[in-house]
């Protein structure tokens, strides 16, 4: 929980298990004024992106989301989720799946300068949080190796933001993108606090497109 976040747990607590084939792979969903949705990792490389969305269809407008720390979730799918209000308590790492193949056909087009993402959070009052072990590994090196000397267009960027307002991200990290690290397109009032990109073999790529304001 965030210290600052105003959960009261009210009323009956329910815990929700999500059907799922996969034993560890989960959302609990603790339901309050805010309702919590903690989203807990299948492991063994197999895709979690359905249960991300289901946490935030379920608790992603007026509620919060949760990745624990020392969960690592296999990003396999594109994703954009559309949120309003949410805390994202971001202790656990999201890993970019290696699958160069499906990125290349599925990855959202970006216009401007020919880009495409994998993930692309969009809306309103958006409050990050990753505590100092949160965030996402890119899985660059997969596209390092296969695109040697060369860098053709579509590489999906791990992190943008497109049409939001009212975004604080915190104690976050993007490492080993594959090529830019984070974006903003159409963003008002937004807010970076010690965000940590690393790629090996280049400086932390951060870039806006106009239109942003900070
Ligand atoms: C992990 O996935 C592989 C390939 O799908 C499978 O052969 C293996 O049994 C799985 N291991 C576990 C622990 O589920
Ligand atoms: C798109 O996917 C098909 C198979 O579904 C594959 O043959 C093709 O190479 C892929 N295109 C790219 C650009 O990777
Ligand atoms: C976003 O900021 C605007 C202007 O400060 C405010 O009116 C609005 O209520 C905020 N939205 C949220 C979800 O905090
Ligand atoms: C952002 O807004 C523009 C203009 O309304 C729209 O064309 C675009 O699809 C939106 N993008 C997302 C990710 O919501
Ligand atoms: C940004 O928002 C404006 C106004 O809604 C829209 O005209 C423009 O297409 C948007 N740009 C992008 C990149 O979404």
């Given at each position: 929980?965030?210290?600052?976040?105003?959960?009261?747990?009210?009323?009956?607590?329910?815990?929700?298990?999500?059907?799922?084939?996969?034993?560890?792979?989960?959302?609990?969903?603790?339901?309050?004024?805010?309702?919590?949705?903690?989203?807990?990792?299948?492991?063994?490389?197999?895709?979690?992106?359905?249960?991300?969305?289901?946490?935030?269809?379920?608790?992603?407008?007026?509620?919060?989301?949760?990745?624990?720390?020392?969960?690592?979730?296999?990003?396999?799918?594109?994703?954009?989720?559309?949120?309003?209000?949410?805390?994202?308590?971001?202790?656990?790492?999201?890993?970019?799946?290696?699958?160069?193949?499906?990125?290349?056909?599925?990855?959202?087009?970006?216009?401007?300068?020919?880009?495409?993402?994998?993930?692309?959070?969009?809306?309103?009052?958006?409050?990050?949080?990753?505590?100092?072990?949160?965030?996402?590994?890119?899985?660059?090196?997969?596209?390092?190796?296969?695109?040697?000397?060369?860098?053709?267009?579509?590489?999906?960027?791990?992190?943008?933001?497109?049409?939001?307002?009212?975004?604080?991200?915190?104690?976050?990290?993007?490492?080993?993108?594959?090529?830019?690290?984070?974006?903003?397109?159409?963003?008002?009032?937004?807010?970076?606090d010690n965000i940590y990109c690393k790629r090996d073999s280049d400086q932390c790529a951060l870039w806006s497109e106009l239109g942003t304001e900070h």
């Amino acid at each position: 929980m965030l210290a600052s976040s105003p959960i009261i747990a009210v009323g009956a607590v329910l815990v929700a298990l999500s059907s799922s084939v996969h034993a560890a792979g989960r959302v609990e969903v603790e339901q309050s004024q805010r309702p919590t949705c903690t989203v807990f990792a299948n492991g063994n490389r197999t895709d979690d992106v359905p249960n991300i969305l289901e946490a935030f269809s379920t608790c992603g407008n007026g509620g919060s989301v949760v990745f624990p720390e020392r969960e690592n979730f296999w990003i396999a799918a594109r994703l954009n989720p559309v949120v309003r209000d949410v805390y994202i308590e971001w202790h656990g790492q999201w890993t970019m799946s290696d699958d160069l193949t499906y990125w290349r056909n599925n990855s959202y087009p970006i216009a401007f300068q020919n880009h495409a993402a994998s993930f692309i959070l969009t809306g309103d009052g958006i409050y990050i949080d990753g505590y100092g072990t949160g965030g996402i590994y890119g899985n660059g090196d997969a596209w390092y190796n296969a695109e040697k000397n060369v860098t053709p267009p579509g590489r999906p960027m791990p992190f943008v933001f497109w049409n939001v307002s009212n975004v604080t991200v915190k104690n976050f990290f993007v490492k080993q993108s594959p090529l830019w690290s984070l974006n903003i397109m159409n963003g008002t009032n937004m807010d970076f606090d010690n965000i940590y990109c690393k790629r090996d073999s280049d400086q932390c790529a951060l870039w806006s497109e106009l239109g942003t304001e900070h």
